[in-house]
């Protein structure tokens, strides 16, 4: 059998979709957590703490909204003034109910870039740079 690399596109738009659907379906509220810092995202830079912003996108927040495979997009109105919100799927980071927390928090993807910069770990790894404890690994009894 040859050894053929298979690409496949990004689990994470169908995974917005599904999750965004079970939320809904179960009558609760879908929060997004965005990485406002990704490229191409455009949401209100007002409500942005520590490089994130989380969103409501329940049918009654939200209009239009459109989960793509490559963004998600809707019109919402931010302190009274309407704006278009545009986020690259790369750049949400979980979606989850906001009554009870349930959802799912995306990692990386082979292949996305990685919007922490964890990437430069993977370098470092194969200088041999990277700081790694050396000998046995010991527990400590904290009181």
């Not at 830079?45 to 939200?62: D, F, K, W």
């Not at 996305?112 to 370098?123: K, L, Q, R, T, V």
Request: one cysteine or more; proline letters at 8%.
């Amino acid at each position: 059998m040859p050894d053929n690399k298979i690409t496949t596109t990004s689990s994470r738009p169908y995974l917005v979709r599904a999750f965004n659907e079970w939320i809904l379906d179960n009558d609760c509220t879908p929060y997004i957590v965005v990485d406002a810092s990704i490229q191409g995202v455009q949401v209100p830079t007002e409500h942005v703490a520590n490089g994130q912003i989380v969103l409501n996108i329940c049918p009654g927040a939200v209009r239009g909204l459109v989960v793509g495979n490559g963004a998600l997009e809707f019109s919402a109105r931010f302190g009274g003034v309407p704006m278009q919100v545009f986020i690259p799927l790369q750049a949400v980071l979980a979606i989850y109910a906001k009554e009870n927390g349930e959802g799912m928090v995306f990692g990386s993807e082979p292949g996305s870039p990685d919007p922490d910069g964890a990437g430069d770990s993977e370098s470092a790894r194969q200088s041999g740079q990277e700081d790694r404890p050396s000998g046995r690994p010991t527990l400590k009894v904290v009181k």
